[in-house]
C-alpha cells in the first residue's frame, strides 16, 4: 500500500525511485543528433497535447518559454513507439508502459482522499506523457531566462505530477506564504497537484507553482524528467458550475489546453 503525505505543497510517498539510465540514455542519444534531424520532431509534427521537441529560443513551444534554458521532449500514450526519433523507441516499447501503469497506481492512491467522480474521470480520461529535459551547460547559453532561473516559474498542465526518478536541488517551489523552497533530499517518488486538479477543483486544491533555478556552476549539465496526468484523445473535462441552476463547464482536451497555454505570455 502506498503511503504519502503532504508537505508545503508537494506529496511524498514511501515509492523508491527508478533507475533514471534508459530514459536518460534516450534523451543523451536524441540530443546527439544534428539539430536539423531533431526539428524533424518538433511539436507541430504532432499535432496533439504537448509531444514533440522544444528548445531554447524556440518561439512556438507550448509548454517552456523561448528563454528557458533547456531542451525537452515530450511522449505520451497518444502515439505509437514509432511516431517518435530512434533514440526514444527501446524506452518507450520496454520502460514506458510498465512506468505509466505504476504513475497510474500511485495517483489512484491520491485521488482516494477527493470526490469520488475525480476517481471516475481518472479512470475513464486519463492519458499520461512523460517531459524529458536536458539543461546544457550555463556557459552554451548567451543569455539568461526570466526571473534569473533555467525554467521559469509555472504550474502544470496536469492532474498530478510525478517525478519517479528523483529531484534535483535546483528544483524549488512555491509554500503557501509566497516562500521559494528547494526540493527535499528523498530517495523515493515526488508528486504534485497540477492545474487541471485546481481548475476541476474551482481553486480549493492549488497547482503547485515550480520553477528551476540557475546553478552557479556554469559548466554542469543536469536531466529531469516528470510525468503527467492529463486528457486523453477525445476526453472532455468537466466542472460543476458556481451558479446554481446552470449546467456545468465542460472543455474538450484541446480546449483544455488551449487555455491552460492561454494562461502564459509565451
Not at 28 to 43: I, K, N, V, Y
Not at 76 to 84: E, G, I, M, T, V
Amino acid at each position: 500500500m502506498t503511503q504519502w503525505h503532504l508537505d508545503e505543497g508537494l506529496i511524498l510517498t514511501d515509492i523508491p525511485i527508478l533507475s533514471v539510465a534508459p530514459i536518460q540514455r534516450a534523451m543523451q542519444g536524441f540530443m546527439a543528433e544534428p539539430m536539423c534531424s531533431r526539428r524533424d520532431f518538433l511539436q507541430k509534427a504532432y499535432g496533439f497535447a504537448f509531444d514533440g521537441y522544444s528548445h531554447y529560443g524556440q518561439p512556438d513551444s507550448s509548454h517552456q518559454a523561448a528563454d528557458d534554458l533547456l531542451h525537452s521532449f515530450v511522449l505520451s500514450d497518444h502515439y505509437p513507439a514509432a511516431r517518435y526519433p530512434n533514440a526514444f523507441q527501446p524506452f518507450v516499447r520496454e520502460h514506458w508502459p510498465a512506468l505509466a501503469s505504476q504513475i497510474r497506481t500511485l495517483q489512484l492512491s491520491l485521488l482516494s482522499t477527493l470526490p469520488a467522480e475525480l476517481t471516475t474521470w481518472y479512470r475513464q480520461f486519463a492519458a499520461h506523457m512523460l517531459s524529458a529535459n536536458f539543461y546544457p551547460p550555463l556557459q552554451h547559453f548567451s543569455a539568461t531566462a526570466a526571473g534569473n532561473t533555467r525554467l521559469s516559474a509555472h504550474p502544470d498542465v496536469s492532474l498530478f505530477t510525478v517525478f519517479p526518478f528523483g529531484l534535483d536541488s535546483a528544483f524549488e517551489y512555491e509554500d503557501g506564504h509566497g516562500q521559494w523552497l528547494s526540493a527535499p533530499a528523498t530517495d523515493c517518488m515526488i508528486a504534485f497537484p497540477g492545474y487541471l486538479l485546481e481548475w476541476l477543483s474551482h481553486g480549493r486544491i492549488k497547482a503547485l507553482n515550480h520553477r528551476v533555478r540557475l546553478d552557479t556552476d556554469h559548466s554542469r549539465e543536469r536531466y529531469s524528467f516528470a510525468v503527467f496526468s492529463i486528457p486523453a484523445r477525445g476526453a472532455t473535462v468537466a466542472r460543476p458550475s458556481h451558479t446554481p441552476g446552470k449546467n456545468p463547464e465542460v472543455l474538450t482536451a484541446q480546449a483544455y489546453f488551449a487555455h491552460y497555454c492561454g494562461l502564459w505570455d509565451y
